[in-house]
């Protein structure tokens, strides 16, 4: 919360910003999923509406917004109604949480290029996504259908499994950079790369500062947690078309359906920032410094609030830049792996992924201590 | 007696005695439920009542004791709801419904 | 009035609020919920309190994975309503409320009683350092009982274990 | 070497050996639990002769080894070490149980080495020595205790050792009751001298000792050293606790002879040495000893000369011969009650290993009317028992002699003893020599009445060594306590026993000087006894067997009552145990069920109604156990806000 009434307004509409972004982006995914299936699958995709089937978004909105709205008879209504609603939540104030650009400093006013800052930011993305179980449950269970149910079952399971291998790989990443701060973990990154060990600088030009040269176990944990934590293949038992017809939303269909969508994305949304923020040097541009970019856009512009828009803006395009790739890859995943198998997913989540997390965690916390005497 | 501003100030007491009305509510719950989960879960609002209190008389005498002990009631609390989701499972599994009044069995 | 004392009410209210829905809704599914929203609340006031880490752990263990595990439990076994919702017994059912309501007054009127509403602490840490000194605190003072707390984990972990994979007992047979 | 380190070898080598030996008492293997048994008691031996040197080195008047490990109890004025001592009197009763007991020792490897539980048995054995050496090393009653009740514990345990045989179990636990008793009164005795003189450290209780005799019968030295007196009857088997020793021929040889002829049956004798200048100052307990003594000589004797057991009657005739040394104690020789205890340690070790070698070869059997010239087949044996019966009967220059002469010769001219103490003593040495003759001729001399089947062989070699060094020693042993008499008409041989015995032993006043013609005169008379009680013995066994039994039909209800050991079992049963059973039927019947089930069981009633009452609460509903701690919770906090 800012101080003045100026500040507060602001961040209202930041927040309303971001929400936004974030569901503006669902269509043009949902475009992109398909365009791109269509690629790897060797085939064309939606094309006919719009330059590139780009219009096809538009038209699957209307077609969404004029569907039937049904109930089904044996459906718990308040839940049935409610679960699509709160599907949103997780994703949307997890996704406010990532700092996505440098902050704009505006004469005596400073914004920062996210929807709020939180001094424990990982725990609080990890609180708030591990809430996303109760939209699966509830809407399993209100659809009053047994496809559902079993569907919301596994999914939440599969959720609170992989929650684990989720946190545990973090706490390497949150050791190595002391911090819960999504914000200082970023200025963590900056630059070429360069660390402390027993008592000398080591610096290297050749790779960029990020965490994923320090952590690249908990990198590629988190990456697998995140494709569990959000259903997606090759982690959707929650859907498995073939064995429960749809999973949990079966027997959701037009806007609710759609809302669904939006918090699947909103996932993917997340977990490709948080990728981006923790490994990957969250906005910073590759071997530079926010100074170095900063001073860069006094150079051109001169004064010092443009030039700090102009680098803001500079970082937000990196920063998008690294999303699109992440997600991207999420889409590329799911349409080249095939799906597991419920024992399977389990024996990974727990017999693989939870040992390697725990591991990489007392490794981590050993060589930080190592590393952090002198000698 | 000075008049103090009950809704404009707010102190430990309003903590504490949030504290206390959660606490009297779970037990309510233990006391007049039937359902076994559900007993476990007032149990559960006992259990955070009282994490409330330890909060904030932490924040009010300024030490870090008071998050540690909630720290540990949450672990207890986790493993609580572990062992008595299990056995309700299992009471679930002979008698098909979750009511207190099967474990009277249990009295021996 | 300020944010702060907005925010108390707000979350006291809704906070208590589901906390009594928990223990008078009839269909243990939305107990569970209630519950879920308690927790959810009681995290909000421990961010109140400045007790930010806490509120996140609160809220991945709690409403997370404890609740998570109630609800879905819940769910399986698929009770709708119950059909007795509350103990039988009129005396005793009177003895319980009176002893409810005179604890919630006698606790109150102690509080009223004894402590003066303190004003605000002077220090206000920040998230991350609290959190660390938090540790410190865990691994020094308090590292027996973490150890202590470790041990029981293991053992509930493989005791529920075994429970819910008990192949034996009188309904193993049929 | 350092004298601690030296005695606690001495001590805990056997213990060693008994933890060892415990601890593997399932294996079988006669050899190893022997090795092991007997080098922890000769390991013992070794260090005992070395703490003896070092004895002997010391100047006479100071000769004592003291060391305190420990002070074991502190309570009030109540302070005990564990301190031991090695002095005159304990350094012969540690060569005594440590050599005899190795040799006993190597005796058992052969005699036991078919028996399953070897292992076992050997533990015990060396555990018994362990006992005994704190018996006989304590510096102070206490710890003398500790080890009294141990040994009788092994004794126990050895007597009943094939405890499947249910006489063999019952005569076990005769043995331990019948201790028992006697544990009672040398309790009772120990805490009168505690009461008295506050120490029970066996030094200062001799150095506290009043300079004027106590002629009250009710004093408490009197009373003191009567009830150690009577613990020292049920260990040594005196009258009238002596009868659980022949029984306790039920155990195996070996321990027949080590612990019920050589060393445990001795505590009493070592006990009233130990403590002589305060028996010497209560005469009228020395005069009871004497007559005790002397009257359990006599008539373990006679019963002796009735036995067909080769056992039974070696084991009266051990009752017999700790008569005598109870005489010697009762007439103030106490110096010739230890030397007698040496000899007899020697010659009855020998004889009863000798009995084991016979009953080795009969294959367990030890009725003598069943043997009879087995002097071919056992010619070691046979020889070595010579020795021994020589050396029993006192003829001179056996080792027996020179004892028995010295205590009949004290009984006679101390100003303690009498000459009706010397004619019994004089008595039971003839009736010793005729039935010691009397097991001569029936067991190796004569016609052979070994039962067809019946092939005796000499015993193996580990057997035989024991048994020759033994004979070797019955022969010797007498030798160092030669009277004066004979010394000066043999040279002036120094007296080595008096000399070395004299600072620990207090003299008897008012000692007249010794009229040397009477004395040998009454050395003549004994030996010439003994001898003609020998040469009929002989005649009536070997040359006319027959005329025994014509010479018992003779005697008719006098040798029917002898052979019934005089009826003591009988009457022990009938005046004082069935009474006891009896009464305690009684008190069981009236007392006990009657009185104190009934207060139990109406007690039960009380808390069984009372549950059911409180039962009712505990109902099973959680939901009310709640509710009773709200109600708690509610009353403790209006409790509190009302104060």
């Known amino acids: 919360m800012g101080e003045s009434a100026f500040e507060i307004a602001i961040n209202c509409v930041k927040l309303v910003l971001v929400f936004l972004l974030m569901v503006q982006m669902v269509p043009v995914l949902v475009w992109l999923e398909r365009r791109g299936s269509g690629f790897i699958q060797n085939r064309f995709g939606p094309n006919r509406v719009g330059p590139l089937g780009l219009m096809q978004l538009l038209a699957d909105a209307v077609k969404f917004l004029t569907k039937e709205e049904f109930v089904p008879k044996a459906a718990t209504k308040l839940l049935f109604y409610a679960a699509p609603v709160f599907a949103l939540l997780p994703g949307t104030l997890a996704f406010s949480a990532i700092p996505m650009a440098s902050p704009l400093k505006w004469g005596e006013h400073t914004f920062l290029i996210q929807g709020y800052e939180i001094g424990v930011g990982i725990v609080f993305i990890l609180a708030i996504s591990s809430l996303a179980a109760y939209t699966i449950l509830m809407a399993g269970w209100g659809s009053g259908n047994k496809f559902s149910l079993m569907g919301a079952l596994r999914a939440s399971a599969q959720t609170i499994s992989y929650e684990l291998a989720l946190g545990l790989s973090l706490v390497g990443v949150i050791m190595m950079y002391g911090t819960f701060n999504l914000t200082e973990m970023i200025h963590a990154q900056e630059?070429?790369?360069?660390?402390?060990?027993?008592?000398?600088?080591i610096s290297s030009s050749l790779l960029p500062n990020w965490g994923i040269f320090y952590q690249p176990l908990a990198a590629v944990l988190f990456f697998a947690a995140t494709f569990a934590e959000s259903n997606r293949l090759p982690f959707d038992l929650a859907e498995g078309e073939a064995e429960l017809v749809a999973g949990f939303h079966t027997e959701y269909g037009g806007f609710k359906m759609l809302l669904f969508f939006i918090g699947e994305y909103g996932h993917m949304m997340v977990a490709s920032g948080l990728m981006a923020t923790f490994f990957f040097g969250g906005y910073n541009i590759p071997w530079t410094t926010t100074e170095q970019v900063y001073q860069w856009a006094l150079g051109i512009v001169g004064s010092p609030d443009w030039a700090s828009a102009l680098s803001s803006a500079v970082h937000f395009a990196m920063f998008f830049a690294k999303?699109?790739?992440?997600?991207?890859?999420?889409?590329?995943?799911?349409?080249t792996l095939p799906r597991f198998r419920y024992d399977q997913l389990m024996d990974l989540g727990w017999k693989t992924m939870l040992p390697w997390a725990l591991a990489n965690t007392i490794i981590t916390a050993v060589v930080v201590f190592a590393v952090s005497q002198t000698w | 007696m000075q008049s103090i501003d009950i809704f404009g100030q707010i102190g430990l007491n309003h903590y504490l005695i949030l504290s206390a009305l959660l606490f009297v509510t779970g037990m309510?719950?233990?006391?007049?439920?039937?359902?076994?989960?559900?007993?476990?879960?007032?149990?559960?609002?006992?259990?955070?009542?009282?994490?409330?209190?330890?909060?904030?008389?932490?924040?009010?005498?300024?030490?870090?004791?008071?998050?540690?002990?909630?720290?540990f009631v949450m672990t207890i609390a986790a493993a609580e709801a572990a062992v008595g989701l299990a056995i309700a499972v299992n009471i679930f599994k002979r008698y098909k419904e979750v009511n207190i009044r099967f474990f009277e069995h249990l009295k021996g | 009035m300020t944010a702060d004392i907005f925010l108390f009410w707000l979350l006291a209210s809704v906070t208590l609020l589901s906390g009594v829905g928990v223990v008078l809704v009839s269909n243990p599914i939305y107990s569970a919920l209630c519950l879920a929203m308690t927790m959810v609340g009681v995290s909000a006031i421990f961010a109140t309190l400045?007790?930010?880490?806490?509120?996140?752990?609160?809220?991945?263990?709690?409403?997370?994975?404890?609740?998570?595990?109630?609800?879905?439990?819940?769910?399986?076994?698929?009770?709708?309503?119950?059909?007795?919702?509350?103990?039988?017994?009129?005396?005793?059912?009177?003895?319980?409320?009176?002893?409810?309501?005179?604890?919630?007054?006698?606790?109150?009127?102690?509080?009223?009683?004894?402590?003066?509403?303190?004003?605000?602490?002077?220090t206000k840490e920040k998230a991350g350092h609290a959190a660390k000194s938090l540790g410190e605190l865990l691994f020094t003072k308090y590292v027996f009982g973490f150890e202590a707390l470790g041990v029981l984990l293991l053992i509930i972990a493989i005791g529920v274990v075994g429970l819910a994979r008990s192949k034996g007992g009188t309904h193993a047979k049929h | 070497m350092n004298h601690s380190l030296l005695m606690s070898i001495l001590i805990l080598s056997p213990f060693v050996g008994f933890l060892i030996n415990g601890l593997r008492y399932k294996k079988h293997n006669y050899l190893v639990a022997g090795t092991i048994a007997t080098s922890a008691v000769f390991i013992s031996f070794i260090s005992a002769v070395f703490l003896v040197v070092d004895l002997v080195g010391l100047p006479p008047d100071s000769r004592r080894i003291a060391v305190t490990f420990f002070e074991w109890i502190r309570v009030a004025n109540l302070s005990v070490d564990a301190g031991f001592v090695v002095d005159q009197i304990s350094a012969i009763m540690i060569l005594i149980i440590t050599g005899v007991g190795s040799l006993i020792h190597l005796f058992s490897v052969g005699y036991m080495h078919h028996d399953k539980g070897v292992a076992k048995y050997f533990a015990y054995l060396n555990l018994f020595i362990f006992n005994m050496l704190l018996l006989v090393l304590g510096d102070n009653l206490l710890v003398m205790f500790v080890g009294w009740e141990g040994v009788g514990l092994c004794s126990y345990l050895l007597i009943g050792f094939w405890f499947t045989d249910e006489t063999k179990?019952?005569?076990?636990?005769?043995?331990?009751?019948?201790?028992?008793?006697?544990?009672?009164?040398?309790?009772?005795?120990?805490?009168?001298?505690?009461?008295?003189?506050?120490?029970l450290n066996f030094s200062e209780l001799n150095a506290l000792v009043p300079a004027a005799a106590e002629t009250s019968w009710l004093g408490a030295i009197t009373l003191g050293t009567l009830f150690l007196f009577v613990g020292a009857t049920g260990k040594s088997a005196q009258i009238p606790l002596y009868i659980w020793l022949p029984d306790a021929m039920a155990g195996p040889t070996p321990v027949s002879a080590l612990i019920h002829a050589a060393t445990m049956v001795t505590a009493g004798v070592y006990m009233i040495v130990r403590l002589n200048p305060m028996f010497m100052m209560a005469p009228n307990t020395m005069m009871i000893i004497a007559i005790i003594g002397a009257a359990t000589a006599v008539m373990a004797a006679t019963i002796g000369m009735t036995q067909w057991d080769i056992k039974k009657v070696l084991a009266y005739s051990t009752v017999s011969q700790l008569g005598y040394m109870f005489l010697a104690c009762g007439v103030g020789a106490f110096g010739a009650a230890m030397f007698h205890l040496m000899t007899h340690a020697f010659f009855k070790a020998l004889m009863f290993l000798g009995s084991g070698s016979v009953i080795h070869a009969m294959h367990e059997e030890q009725d003598i009317r069943k043997m009879g010239a087995l002097k071919k087949y056992l010619p070691i044996t046979h020889f070595t028992f010579l020795l021994g019966w020589l050396a029993i009967i006192g003829i001179p220059p056996f080792s027996g002699f020179f004892s028995k002469d010295e205590i009949l010769w004290m009984s006679f001219h101390s100003p303690l003893g009498h000459p009706v103490l010397w004619a019994a003593g004089a008595l039971g040495a003839t009736l010793t020599a005729f039935y010691m003759t009397r097991l001569m001729c029936l067991t190796f001399w004569g016609a052979s009445r070994v039962p067809k089947g019946t092939h005796p062989h000499e015993s193996p070699i580990t057997m035989t060594i024991p048994l020759v060094v033994l004979g070797v020693l019955s022969v010797i042993g007498g030798w160092i306590g030669i009277p004066h008499i004979v010394s000066d008409f043999l040279g002036h041989l120094p007296n080595v026993w008096e000399e070395w015995l004299h600072p620990m032993i207090k003299e008897v006043p008012n000692m007249g000087p010794a009229d040397a013609s009477l004395e040998w005169a009454l050395i003549a008379t004994s030996v010439g006894l003994a001898s003609v009680s020998a040469l009929v013995a002989y005649h009536m066994y070997v040359r006319k067997p027959g005329s025994a039994s014509r010479v018992a039909d003779a005697m008719g209800p006098a040798y029917k009552i002898v052979y019934n050991k005089y009826?003591?079992?009988?009457?022990?049963?009938?005046?004082?145990?069935?009474?006891?059973?009896?009464?305690?039927?009684?008190?069981?019947?009236?007392?006990?069920?009657?009185?104190?089930?009934?207060?139990?069981?109406?007690?039960?009633?009380?808390?069984?109604?009372?549950?059911?009452?409180?039962?009712?609460?505990?109902?099973?509903?959680?939901?009310?156990?709640?509710?009773?701690?709200?109600?708690?919770l509610v009353v403790v906090l209006s409790i509190l806000l009302m104060r």
């Open chain 1, 191 to 201: 630059g070429a790369m360069q660390f402390q060990a027993f008592g000398f600088t």
């Open chain 1, 323 to 335: 999303l699109a790739a992440f997600l991207w890859i999420f889409i590329w995943v799911r349409w």
């Open chain 2, 28 to 71: 309510a719950g233990v006391l007049l439920r039937r359902n076994i989960i559900v007993l476990l879960m007032s149990i559960e609002l006992m259990l955070n009542a009282v994490n409330i209190s330890f909060i904030a008389f932490g924040k009010y005498m300024n030490q870090l004791d008071g998050q540690i002990l909630v720290f």
């Open chain 3, 50 to 122: 400045g007790a930010y880490f806490i509120a996140g752990v609160q809220m991945i263990v709690y409403a997370g994975a404890v609740m998570v595990l109630f609800v879905m439990v819940l769910m399986l076994f698929d009770l709708k309503t119950e059909i007795a919702t509350f103990s039988r017994g009129r005396i005793s059912g009177a003895i319980k409320i009176a002893i409810v309501g005179l604890l919630a007054g006698l606790i109150a009127g102690t509080f009223a009683m004894t402590t003066t509403i303190a004003g605000k602490p002077e």
């Open chain 4, 169 to 199: 179990a019952a005569a076990g636990m005769k043995a331990f009751v019948t201790n028992r008793v006697g544990d009672a009164a040398f309790l009772l005795g120990m805490f009168i001298l505690f009461l008295t003189f506050g120490t």
């Open chain 4, 567 to 632: 009826f003591i079992d009988e009457a022990y049963f009938a005046a004082i145990i069935n009474p006891l059973v009896k009464g305690s039927r009684a008190l069981w019947y009236y007392v006990d069920v009657n009185f104190i089930d009934k207060c139990t069981y109406w007690a039960a009633d009380v808390a069984k109604g009372g549950g059911a009452l409180i039962r009712s609460l505990q109902n099973g509903n959680m939901q009310q156990y709640a509710m009773y701690i709200g109600i708690g």
